[in-house]
């Protein structure tokens, strides 16, 4: 599929499964060791206007989101908070939730991995594993870094500091139960191999293979005994089972999958059978490993089909690297709000980005993106919905559109038939039914803040804001000539129509008076 992957993927899709209209997406589940920062809720609106395209498309969508909530990492905060490890991930994962709210996240499944019926599901998986030789008890020895809950031997250390945060790590050995990779690492090659859609970017599935699976994969860690915070290994319970079997499980446990075949059905759907395997785990290019290789590797030993696509996108950036929890230099979106910004407005921030390209963020571009976003709003209140739909006209505004979507999801390139359609030769009507028509994907609620606008008396008509742009450039061609009284009189012209105008380093902005 190469670099059009995702073109491919969206524009095919529909003809590959013309008897099976079925879509299940994934992204990772937010770690709660602290509220998710802007990047991560980057990734769940990335996976929303994929499944909002989906469900126009007329697939039947099942999108899954939540919370990974075990580790040494969440025991260690929540002791410092005073409160017990489940209290803790219950505050946490209540305030994410209500982020993927307040950014118009459309999910299907919020699964929090202490839901009763995950840790079962895992305690299972472990235990059927171990029966079957495929988890075997060891002692694990080398260097550990408690802040990325992650083991390294000696030469992956980055001038002897983890290589994912740069933090000091220290010598741990601990019994431990281990997962036998190397058993099923020419099986994994031979898939990605024959399914070159199977890790995307292609780049992404070159470095798997290079880096990892062709030098030879060392067995992996999957217990612990140095913290308790975790889902007890049933058989053995000074181990809890370690964060990759419990955390990858969900993506099959949030269908109600059971490993004894009795799955948990949902308005009488056998979810799992209905959706596995998923058609697209959307995740950060930073676990790639864990979705590529300990996962299938997992599933093998479990006799159950792979997904179908993992795509790792790239991070958002903040200065010159990536924004990280574990690092300390993070931005919220409840950060955001609490500075005067609307969560939509980084929304349209997100889908302005290509998916391809790492997102690069600062206040100057988020502040221009919100600007952008209130004149649209304030455009379209001024739009009358009076009249019949141009057809017509609607028929080929949608085409752009849809054609922006399927040419490699570009968001950007839907937004900007947004403005075309905004400044069309055309009737209010039809724009409106258009902008409604594409919000049902990019989910900027354009028409429904202007209504609120009109509805505050703070909305302009079209005729009044040709006249305010009008008067805007009357004073400053008055200012240039240095007739400052013409330029002191249009203001006060505008004020008593209602319109306060303000000169900025941007340039003149108005508003209208309550």
């Excluded at 975790?230 to 993506?251: E, K, Q, R, T």
């Amino acid at each position: 599929m190469g670099h059009r992957a995702l073109k491919t993927f969206f524009a095919e899709r529909g003809n590959e499964m013309a008897d099976k209209k079925t879509f299940y997406l994934t992204t990772a589940i937010a770690y709660t060791s602290g509220k998710p920062h802007i990047g991560n809720t980057y990734e769940a609106v990335l996976a929303d206007s994929i499944v909002r395209y989906k469900r126009l498309e007329g697939y039947d969508v099942r999108f899954q989101t939540g919370t990974d909530e075990h580790g040494q990492k969440i025991e260690l905060k929540a002791e410092e908070a005073g409160v017990t490890p489940k209290q803790f991930v219950d505050d946490v994962s209540g305030q994410i939730k209500t982020i993927w709210d307040l950014m118009n996240t459309s999910y299907d499944k919020f699964i929090r991995t202490t839901d009763d019926y995950h840790e079962k599901q895992v305690q299972k998986i472990f235990k059927k594993l171990y029966e079957q030789g495929d988890i075997y008890k060891g002692f694990y020895e080398g260097m550990y870094c408690t802040p990325c809950e992650s083991f390294f031997t000696s030469s992956q250390l980055v001038d002897g500091k983890c290589p994912d945060c740069g933090r000091e790590c220290q010598p741990a050995k601990e019994e431990a139960y281990f997962l036998k990779l190397s058993k099923y690492a020419d099986r994994l090659i031979e898939h990605i191999n024959t399914h070159p859609e199977f890790i995307q970017p292609e780049s992404r599935k070159n470095e798997m293979m290079n880096n990892f699976l062709l030098p030879g994969l060392q067995d992996l860690c999957v217990s612990r005994t140095s913290f308790k915070w975790g889902i007890p290994v049933d058989f053995d319970p000074d181990h809890v089972v370690y964060v990759w079997i419990d955390a990858l499980s969900n993506y099959i446990t949030g269908l109600g999958f059971d490993l004894d075949g009795n799955d948990t059905l949902e308005n009488g759907e056998d979810l799992y059978k209905k959706f596995w395997p998923a058609d697209l785990h959307l995740i950060g290019k930073d676990i790639l490993r864990f979705h590529t290789i300990y996962w299938p590797i997992m599933l093998m030993a479990l006799d159950l089909p792979l997904p179908k696509q993992v795509f790792g996108h790239p991070w958002l950036l903040q200065g010159d690297g990536k924004m990280s929890k574990s690092k300390g230099d993070f931005l919220t979106v409840s950060l955001l709000e609490e500075k005067g910004y609307d969560p939509i407005a980084y929304r349209m921030f997100c889908l302005q980005s290509h998916y391809r390209k790492p997102l690069v963020f600062s206040y100057e571009n988020l502040d221009n993106v919100e600007s952008a976003y209130e004149k649209l709003v304030k455009k379209i209140a001024g739009f009358k919905n009076e009249g019949e739909v141009d057809q017509k006209a609607f028929d080929a505004y949608k085409a752009k559109f849809e054609d922006a979507i399927c040419n490699d999801l570009n968001t950007s390139m839907a937004i900007t038939v947004v403005y075309d359609v905004v400044k069309a030769d055309i009737n209010d009507a039809t724009k409106l039914a258009l902008l409604n028509d594409f919000d049902r994907v990019l989910s900027l609620n354009l028409t429904t803040a202007g209504a609120k606008l009109l509805e505050a008396g703070t909305a302009v008509d079209a005729e009044l804001e040709t006249f305010i742009n009008e008067k805007i450039a009357e004073r400053a061609a008055a200012k240039k000539a240095k007739d400052f009284a013409r330029a002191d009189a249009i203001r006060d012209e505008l004020l008593a129509r209602g319109i306060t105008i303000k000169d900025t380093r941007e340039g003149v902005v108005w508003e209208r008076n309550a």
